[in-house]
Structures are given as structure tokens and as C-alpha cells.
């Protein structure tokens, strides 16, 4: 059996063996959501592929796993949203004069130029920004990275011009709003920052309720849309703000160690003591341990330009907190955790010294995951021999749009509920991401989104197809209680390789792309075999297939309403309603049954088919059903639904030497096109021999499908007429043309004479016309004259 390797990146290069520290089980800590925003793509992508491969080491490899995620309920970018968000609400109240407020706005429009977009502060003549002057300020420079370039010209846009977009749509909505007089509402991303530098002072950081009502609310935004992504929810969720006094202890202990050091009441770890002790530090990013950006953005934008550090990577594990910023008592003073520490803590209570996995996204690499693993380290090492508290470091790939990693600080994001409401199903997010590798990037576009509702297509078909030939061949048995297997024209073995590939894919560091292309190649297969075995197809074998499809969408999360072990066939339906009875759920395919037999009835056809079909007591077939105690509509109403297919399937039968030609034709179109596409049941038509095969289909996605083609027909019809048209046009102007006689179609002002037919001897000049000019209009006066004179037969002139 395959050995599952995965790629760690504590150790770079390909997978590595994964060897769990407890045989069968897994402890597993994954970095969750600092909750401030809305969740975006970007967020689906790192909890949504998390989610595929804590599913597939479940219940494909079936590991025991216990599953953690903190939410990171105070930080710097949440203590800037709940206070500015207090501060404008306080601002809000105030009674303002218009001058005052136009002021206020004013006043904030240029502090926040001056703070992020500095070049619109520039001016040949020296005047000073404002709304009424920004728009020409705007393009003069900054109209390189509106067009989609950068700001010198050169190369590809990034983070850098996406920052820049995002400042300058402020602005633009802010003048908008000035002008306007909405200030408040339409200018409130320029009033935020101001106000914050105003009156942050004011804010009263023992009263924890300002950041952590706005936090509550926002985890249980998050929550919900994992929810709706089909995203189980962690065994263990930690918070930072109930762990603050364990964090405290945590860094005491470090600092004990010789770690660490107080300065100023921040607590700070000491990177040059820790490597002296044997301890490498940057173990998953070491190239990046220099860069300063990336420090400064680990440490938070509230931490900018801390003094006091001995070295300058070194990072804090606790700081002293600033006027507006939440406290906590602590062995150094009122303060705050620093953001790399709760990790640390959380992960260690609940899981203890070591783990087998920790993950995020890649972007936490360092410095987020390298502080992690070095405070940790220097906590649980003793005696100076080094600590390994994390086996496997495994990143989520970052999603990106146009060349620029999707994040809530660029706000170049798509929300996921947006997402889902105007461009992806559930079904749809997951399928993108597991068409890709889960620790590659993934760049948004059409493109991805196509291949994946394809990819989706393809297997819903071929569910569709399979249940319908099962539903055929079983006669009314419910589809789930058949036991059909067998393997001929080698459908078996097919499984079986496929199976194999599948279990190499998954073992090769979860290669879903890989994986998805073995079900592809699986169907593709299965396919061929329904389509060149069309009267002696291998059910059973069918069957296996499409239950084994249906375990690994199962295992992969692609059926929201289906749970383990995924044993039955096809997408789970959520159609049925428990609350009804068996009567009441197949009451609509009754009705079109007494519907379709009394109008046969009408017909007096004399046809001893439809008779004993007509005769067919099909409420008993259903009464036999409904006492198995199913409530599944597909398996009630097929009693109802075979009956009026193989009525329909006669009358086109006897259509072609009936009298009432027309009338059958027209019942047999409506019963597929209208009666059964409104209970969702599509009729695919066979060979005589076969008959319809019987479909269940959503009905909103028949009535797309019937509307997409009355619009091609449309289309088509359209085309055609304007074809009609085009050819009339041509012909009145053929007949127009045709009405000039060939002795007068050259008399214009190109030339100055003519001889008795028309012809011209002189140019306009009063030169001898050339004799290879006269050559070529002979033969348009040869066309003419014949033109003309098929015209005056024609017209009997």
C-alpha cells in the first residue's frame, strides 16, 4: 500500500514519509481568522483546501485527527477597526454645523493624502489639495497605476499599486461625498484614520467590550460562511483573549530561559540569544529573516519605530500597551500580547510540547510561523538541547487577482458571500481548489471558473445517467437496496486502476488535481462503455463506478448534504421533505399521470399497448415503495414516471400513420417539454427499441437549458431574417442600377465627352481617355447594357 508523503516545509523539496507521533492519530493546530471584515476568496482558499486534506486523512486514510483553530480576537488591525468604529459612531452624535463638517472633511481629506498618497500634494502652482482639484491631481499622478501599470512605468503591478488603487478609491468617494454634502457614510475611510489621531486617547483599553463585540460579531460571520463552504468546524476553537494570563506565564518562562528580555514593559525575544544556545532560527523562510517589511508588518502597524530592542528582528512577545489600545496586568505593566505568542500558547495547551501539524497560509510563513516555532522552541527546550515542537508545516498557496495576493488591507477582495451570490456555488469554490494544488497559488479568472464548472458537469451527468439506467433495470427498486455487481467488458478492472491511481495521487501529498483527473478519465471510460453498449450495458459494473465516484466527492466535500461513509450514489438530494408523507411527495407526478392517461384516453387510439399501459396499477407499485418507508421522490415517482414515458414512447409510435398526427405530436412534446420539466424529470430519447431513458434533473437547470436554445432559436431566426432583408436591399439596388440606361453611366464629371453610345472620349482635363481605361469600361458598359435591357423586358418599358 502507497506510503502517504507530504510536503512539509520545515523540510523543502518533495513529500516526505508522514509518520504520525501516535500511530493512527494526528494532533493538528491550524492558524485561523483575525476577525475584523468580512472572509474573502482569499480566506476560502487557505480553510477551504485545510478542509479537503483534514477530510482526506479522516475518512481516506482514516487517521484519528484532533483538530484545533485559534481566532485571533485582538490584534493590531482589530483594535484600529473597533476604535476608529467607536470614534465615528461618537463623532456621528455630535451636532455640527454645515461649515464645521465641510471642514472637518476637509481637513481629513488632506491628512490622508499627505499620509498615503503623497505625490497629489504636489502642485506647479502651489495650491493645496482639495476635493474640488483632486480628480486632475489623480491622474496627473497617479494615471499609470489607474491604467492598469505601475508607477514608473515599468513592470507588472503588485501589492505596492493595488495599495495605491485602493487609497485612491477612497479619495475618489470621499470628493464624491464632499461635493455632495453625504459626508458621513460616503467619506468615512478618510475620516476613520483622522479621527483615530484625534481622540484614540480617549478610548478606555480596560473596557474589552469595544474590541470584542466587534470580534464576536465578525467570528460569527466567518463561521457562517465556512458553514456555507461546507467547512467542518475544528474540534477545539481557542481565542486569544480568554488565554491572555497563560500567555503571560508563557513568556515569564521564556525570559527565565535567558530567551527573552523586558524593555520599557514590552517583553521582547532575543533571536541572538537563542541561536548562540544551538537553535536556528527562520527555519521555514531563512532567506527572508532580514526583511524589514516583513518585520515591521509581523510586529503590527500600532509597533512601527519600537525602540528598545537589542537586535533588530527581534519581536515581541508582549507589548506595552498605547493610549487607546486594550490593557491586561502583566510582571511588566498594563500591555498586550504580541501577535506571534498566541499561537504558541493555544496550540501548546491543547495539544501539548509537539504536534504533528501545524498550518496556515503561505503568507504566514515568516514571520508569523518561524516566531512561532523559535518561541516555542526556547519555552519547551531543556538543558540547551533543542525542542521540536512542530513535525509538519504545511502552507495553503495564497489566491491572487490580477498579480496581487486577494487581502483585506489592499481591498482587492471578493467577499465570500458576494462570491456565492453572484459567480460560485459551494460546489463550485471547492472544485477550483481542488483542481489545483493545494500549496501552489491560484490566480483568479474566467478561465479556472470554466474548467471547473465543467469539471462539475461531467460527473453530475454522469450520476444522472447512472441512476437513470439503474432506476431502468431495477423496475421500480429503490435504487440503494440493489445489489448489482459484476464486472463485464472489463468495467472492473477499470475501477480497480482507477482506484490505484487514486490511492497514489492522495498519497503523493494530497494531488487533487491528480485525483480529479482519474474520476475525469474514470467517467470518460464509463462513457464509452454506455455509449457503445447500448443494449447490453454492464449495470452492475455502472453501479460500482458510480458508487466509488460517489465515496471520494464524498471524502473531497463536494456534497454539503451527504456524511460519511458517502455509501449511496450520486449527489446527495436535498429535495426530500421528511415533514410530508410518501402520498404527498409523489402527489405532483400523480397528477401529471391521471393527467397524460385521460387525455390518451380522449384519443381513442385502439391501441392494445397503451390499453395495458393505461391498465398498469401503478398506485399499488407505489404503495409497495411508500411501505419500505423511503421518502426519497426519485424512487416514489418512478412508478408514475415509467408509466407515462412508455405511454409517451407509443405515442410517437403511432404518430407517422395516425390521423391525429398533429394532436399525438403536440401531447408528446408537452409531456416532456412542459410537464415533466416542471417536476424536474427530463425524457432522453432513445432508439424505438429502448425507449426514453427517464432523468431527474433540476428543473430550474431544464428550464435554463429550454431557454437557451429558444434563444439560439431566436438567434437563428433573427439571422435568417436579416439575411432576407440583406439579399431584398441588394436586389432593389441591383434593379436601381439596372434602371440606368448604358448610354448615360458614364456622363458625370470625370469626363467632358462622350461618342453616340455613351462612351467616354476625354477626361475632364480635355485629354484622349487611355486606351487601358477605355478597356475596362467597355466591359462595365457591356454589364450595363445587359443590366438594362433585362430590366426593360422585365418592366416592359
Given at each position: 500500500m502507497e506510503q502517504l508523503k507530504v510536503h512539509n516545509s520545515l523540510k523543502p523539496g518533495p513529500p516526505v514519509p508522514f509518520v504520525p507521533r501516535e500511530e493512527g492519530k494526528v494532533s493538528w493546530y491550524v492558524c485561523g481568522p483575525t476577525v475584523y471584515d468580512h472572509s474573502h476568496l482569499g480566506h476560502a482558499r487557505n480553510y477551504v483546501s485545510t478542509d479537503i486534506i483534514r477530510r482526506i486523512m479522516l475518512e481516506y486514510f482514516g487517521y484519528k485527527v484532533k483538530f484545533v483553530m485559534n481566532i485571533t480576537d485582538v490584534d493590531d488591525k482589530i483594535i484600529l477597526k473597533a476604535r476608529r468604529q467607536r470614534l465615528l459612531e461618537l463623532e456621528k452624535s455630535k451636532t455640527y454645523s454645515e461649515p464645521e463638517l465641510s471642514k472637518l472633511a476637509a481637513t481629513a481629506f488632506e491628512s490622508y493624502a499627505k499620509g498615503n498618497l503623497p505625490e497629489l500634494l504636489n502642485s506647479s502652482d502651489g495650491s493645496e489639495l482639495s476635493p474640488n482639484n483632486y480628480i486632475a491631481r489623480r491622474d496627473a499622478a497617479y494615471g499609470k497605476v489607474l491604467a492598469g501599470s505601475t508607477l514608473t512605468g515599468e513592470g507588472k503591478p503588485g501589492d505596492a499599486e493595488a495599495k495605491m488603487k485602493m487609497h485612491l478609491a477612497n479619495l475618489t468617494a470621499a470628493t464624491k461625498?464632499?461635493?455632495?454634502?453625504?459626508?458621513?457614510?460616503?467619506?468615512?475611510?478618510?475620516?476613520?484614520?483622522?479621527?483615530?489621531?484625534?481622540?484614540?486617547?480617549?478610548?478606555?483599553?480596560?473596557?474589552?467590550?469595544?474590541?470584542?463585540?466587534?470580534?464576536?460579531?465578525?467570528?460569527?460571520?466567518?463561521?457562517?460562511?465556512?458553514?456555507?463552504?461546507?467547512?467542518?468546524?475544528?474540534?477545539?476553537?481557542?481565542?486569544?483573549?480568554?488565554?491572555?494570563?497563560?500567555?503571560?506565564?508563557?513568556?515569564?518562562?521564556?525570559?527565565?530561559?535567558?530567551?527573552?528580555?523586558?524593555?520599557?514593559?514590552?517583553?521582547?525575544?532575543?533571536?541572538?540569544?537563542?541561536?548562540?544556545?544551538?537553535?536556528?532560527?527562520?527555519?521555514?523562510?531563512?532567506?527572508?529573516?532580514?526583511?524589514?517589511?516583513?518585520?515591521?508588518?509581523?510586529?503590527?502597524?500600532?509597533?512601527?519605530?519600537?525602540?528598545?530592542?537589542?537586535?533588530?528582528?527581534?519581536?515581541?512577545?508582549?507589548?506595552?500597551?498605547?493610549?487607546?489600545?486594550?490593557?491586561?496586568?502583566?510582571?511588566?505593566?498594563?500591555?498586550?500580547?504580541?501577535?506571534?505568542?498566541?499561537?504558541?500558547?493555544?496550540?501548546?495547551?491543547?495539544?501539548?510540547?509537539?504536534?504533528?501539524?501545524?498550518?496556515?497560509?503561505?503568507?504566514?510563513?515568516?514571520?508569523?510561523?518561524?516566531?512561532?516555532?523559535?518561541?516555542?522552541?526556547?519555552?519547551?527546550?531543556?538543558?540547551?538541547?533543542?525542542?521540536?515542537?512542530?513535525?509538519?508545516?504545511?502552507?495553503?498557496?495564497?489566491?491572487?487577482?490580477?498579480?496581487?495576493?486577494?487581502?483585506?488591507?489592499?481591498?482587492?477582495?471578493?467577499?465570500?458571500?458576494?462570491?456565492?451570490?453572484?459567480?460560485?456555488?459551494?460546489?463550485?469554490?471547492?472544485?477550483?481548489?481542488?483542481?489545483?494544488?493545494?500549496?501552489?497559488?491560484?490566480?483568479?479568472?474566467?478561465?479556472?471558473?470554466?474548467?471547473?464548472?465543467?469539471?462539475?458537469?461531467?460527473?453530475?451527468?454522469?450520476?444522472?445517467?447512472?441512476k437513470s439506467l439503474l432506476a431502468e433495470a431495477g423496475a421500480g427498486a429503490d435504487i440503494k437496496s440493489l445489489s448489482l455487481n459484476g464486472s463485464a467488458h472489463g468495467l472492473q478492472e477499470i475501477l480497480e486502476k482507477s482506484q490505484a491511481e487514486m490511492r497514489a495521487a492522495l498519497s503523493d501529498s494530497f494531488d487533487t488535481p491528480r485525483a480529479m483527473r482519474v474520476l475525469s478519465e474514470l467517467i470518460s471510460q464509463s462513457n464509452i462503455h454506455i455509449n457503445t453498449h447500448k443494449l447490453d450495458i454492464d449495470i452492475r459494473g455502472l453501479e460500482s463506478i458510480a458508487r466509488w465516484i460517489t465515496k471520494i466527492v464524498g471524502i473531497f466535500g463536494l456534497d454539503a448534504n451527504a456524511s460519511p461513509p458517502y455509501d449511496g450514489l450520486g449527489w446527495a438530494s436535498s429535495a426530500s421533505n421528511s415533514k410530508l408523507t410518501a402520498k404527498e411527495i409523489v402527489e405532483p407526478y400523480s397528477a401529471v399521470y391521471e393527467k397524460v392517461t385521460a387525455e390518451v384516453k380522449q384519443l381513442n387510439l385502439h391501441s392494445e399497448v397503451l390499453d395495458r399501459l393505461i391498465g398498469v396499477d401503478v398506485d399499488a407499485e407505489f404503495s409497495t415503495l411508500s411501505s419500505s418507508g423511503t421518502k426519497d421522490p426519485e424512487v416514489l415517482a418512478m412508478p408514475y414516471l415509467r408509466t407515462v414515458s412508455k405511454i409517451r414512447d407509443e405515442l410517437r409510435k403511432l404518430a407517422p400513420s395516425s390521423p391525429a398526427k398533429k394532436q399525438i405530436l403536440s401531447l408528446s412534446d408537452r409531456i416532456r417539454d412542459v410537464d415533466l420539466t416542471l417536476l424536474g424529470v427530463y425524457l432522453d430519447d432513445r432508439t424505438d427499441d429502448q425507449g426514453a431513458l427517464i432523468k431527474f434533473i433540476p428543473k430550474e437547470e431544464l428550464l435554463a437549458q429550454k431557454e437557451e436554445k429558444a434563444a439560439k432559436e431566436r438567434e437563428k431566426a433573427a439571422a435568417k431574417e436579416a439575411q432576407r432583408l440583406a439579399r431584398e436591399k441588394e436586389e432593389l439596388a441591383k434593379a436601381e442600377k439596372a434602371k440606368v440606361s448604358p448610354a448615360d453611366m458614364f456622363r458625370d464629371e470625370r469626363f467632358s465627352a462622350w461618342d453616340e453610345e455613351g462612351m467616354p472620349t476625354k477626361t475632364k482635363e480635355g485629354e484622349d481617355v487611355p486606351k487601358s481605361a477605355l478597356k475596362k469600361l467597355k466591359k462595365e458598359w457591356d454589364r450595363q447594357k445587359k443590366a438594362h435591357d433585362e430590366w426593360k423586358a422585365k418592366s416592359g418599358v
Open positions: 461625498a464632499i461635493q455632495e454634502k453625504k459626508i458621513f457614510g460616503g467619506a468615512d475611510e478618510i475620516l476613520l484614520p483622522y479621527l483615530d489621531s484625534l481622540y484614540k486617547e480617549s478610548i478606555d483599553g480596560k473596557d474589552h467590550t469595544i474590541f470584542t463585540d466587534v470580534t464576536k460579531y465578525w467570528e460569527d460571520d466567518f463561521m457562517e460562511d465556512m458553514d456555507a463552504l461546507n467547512v467542518m468546524r475544528p474540534d477545539v476553537i481557542t481565542r486569544v483573549t480568554t488565554y491572555v494570563p497563560k500567555i503571560a506565564v508563557f513568556v515569564e518562562q521564556i525570559i527565565k530561559k535567558g530567551f527573552a528580555y523586558e524593555s520599557d514593559g514590552s517583553v521582547y525575544f532575543d533571536i541572538a540569544a537563542f541561536e548562540k544556545a544551538g537553535n536556528p532560527y527562520a527555519r521555514l523562510r531563512p532567506e527572508s529573516r532580514n526583511d524589514k517589511a516583513l518585520q515591521e508588518e509581523g510586529e503590527g502597524s500600532l509597533s512601527k519605530n519600537v525602540g528598545g530592542k537589542r537586535g533588530a528582528g527581534d519581536f515581541a512577545l508582549w507589548k506595552k500597551s498605547k493610549a487607546g489600545e486594550p490593557v491586561w496586568p502583566s510582571p511588566w505593566g498594563e500591555g498586550r500580547p504580541g501577535w506571534h505568542i498566541e499561537c504558541s500558547v493555544m496550540a501548546s495547551d491543547v495539544l501539548g510540547s509537539q504536534m504533528d501539524i501545524h498550518s496556515g497560509g503561505i503568507d504566514l510563513a515568516f514571520p508569523h510561523h518561524d516566531n512561532e516555532l523559535a518561541q516555542s522552541e526556547a519555552y519547551f527546550c531543556e538543558h540547551g538541547k533543542p525542542h521540536n515542537w512542530v513535525n509538519y508545516f504545511l502552507h495553503m498557496g495564497h489566491l491572487s487577482i490580477a498579480g496581487s495576493k486577494m487581502s483585506k488591507s489592499l481591498k482587492n477582495f471578493q467577499t465570500i458571500k458576494d462570491a456565492l451570490k453572484k459567480d460560485y456555488t459551494p460546489r463550485g469554490v471547492r472544485v477550483v481548489f481542488l483542481l489545483g494544488r493545494w500549496n501552489d497559488g491560484v490566480e483568479i479568472s474566467p478561465d479556472m471558473r470554466t474548467m471547473a464548472e465543467g469539471w462539475e458537469s461531467t460527473v453530475n451527468n454522469f450520476f444522472v445517467n447512472v
